[in-house]
């Protein structure tokens, strides 16, 4: 079952890590990942998708379950996860103790992907948690300079939310003798309990997104993480909170949701605007970074927070988008910083030296505007046509956000490729256009065929049923 792979995949690989056992520890974080995009692709064409979860009762008297199991929204990020996980390792080339570094990496993919295939509350909140070890590991350890202060301050907040989520879930699933995430749907609670619930449960979900106004923590995360972890972090790590409100708040809470929904659209448009316009002051391609994922996260969830088929369709063709674009942004921008010697935009005048580089860096500035023919256009498309349906002053609001995301796109490649020639730099190695060039096929491809990824979000996993072993 796709479920249990997905887990099973990155398991043997960090214990292989740790023994240690089998070969390099760098090209077995490599192939689970790809195993894990695969596993996932073939689901995502087939009738596994669809199959009834497993469940395995371990606490009868409390009603929680070791309950595991897909759908079309899970089946889209264990993808996407397979493949910026990838990446990722390929891009961890020189790490010092490697063995560690890539048991705890692969040990961060197994529990992002069991955040995605939990459908038991209790084993979602084991693996929304365990995530936090092996990530605050790894930036602890492997990260720049302050990254233990960036490590803390995550952790602080995270946690914080994580303890209302926690308070959430008791007094849900006690009340109702169960947490299975299906049988909790079909639970009837009144409205007002509905908002309280939602709320304790947003307070975690917003954090870690994160939604407008819990960012404090983003840039100096994505400034001090490891590069390879910045883009675990944006590109996945994000996209599980993006998954929660889809599929744990808006079926849990169908009558909080919506009285909460006209705050939660104007949080998330006002916030996606507010990245786009602090992107624009940027002087370091790190947090010019953090700021325009800022921006582009909230606007996913402005799509989530509308709740049609088109926001749901946009938010997920957005999310893999997203988790592509910023991916191949953080490996240039270490490209870059290789050849002037620092993550800031430098004295300009780099293109006749690296035209190739160039060339990579407009075309992902180019997705993540949103231009027609990359991924970025769909899934920004269908969130505006959403959000104007729903409400045309917060749909023109949100269109601001492609105006000012031009702006900041075009000043990073003025200030850091164009001007007065200079001598230094080179263009980019084989080596260098290996690891890009994939996600850069990725994101023409779902650019070209959107559908082929925005129709999962329609495909719902069946009712859990009541399997003991």
Known sequence: MIAADVLVIPLIVAMACALPIGGSARQLAVLAGLLTAATAGAAAWSDIGTASPQSYVWAGPLGAQLAIGVDGFSIAL????????????AASGGVRMPRAYFALWSLLQATVAGVLVARD??????????????LSLLMWHWGGAGRRAAALRLLVYWMTGSALLLIGIVAFG???RTFSIADLSAYRLAEGSQVILALLFLAAFAVRLPLFPFHVWLSRAYATAPVPLAIVLAGIVSKTAIYAIARICFPLFPRGMVDLTPYLIGLAAVGSLYGAVLATRQRDTRTFIAYASLSQLDLIALGVFVSTADGQQGALIGSLSHGLVVAMLFLLATSLARRIGSFDFGPGGLAPRAPILTSLFGFAILAAIGVPG??????ELLILAATFTRSPAIGLLATLVVVVSAAYGLGLLRAVF???????????????????????????????????????ADRRIPALTERAR
Not at 121 to 127: K, M, Q, S, T, V
Not at 374 to 379: I, L, Q, R, V
Request: with cysteine.
């Open 374 to 379: 990359t991924s970025g256009a769909p899934g």
């Open 121 to 134: 509350l209790i084993l979602f909140f084991a693996c929304w948690e365990a995530l936090l070890v092996p």
């Open 418 to 456: 164009f001007g007065p020639s200079t001598e230094r730099g080179s263009d980019v190695s084989w080596r260098e256009r290996a690891v890009i060039l994939p996600l850069l096929v990725l994101v023409v491809a779902i650019g070209v065929v959107p559908r082929a990824v925005g129709d999962l």
């Open 78 to 89: 264990l993808m996407l996860s397979g493949v910026v996980f990838a990446v990722g390792a």
């Open 174 to 176: 006690v009340g109702a």
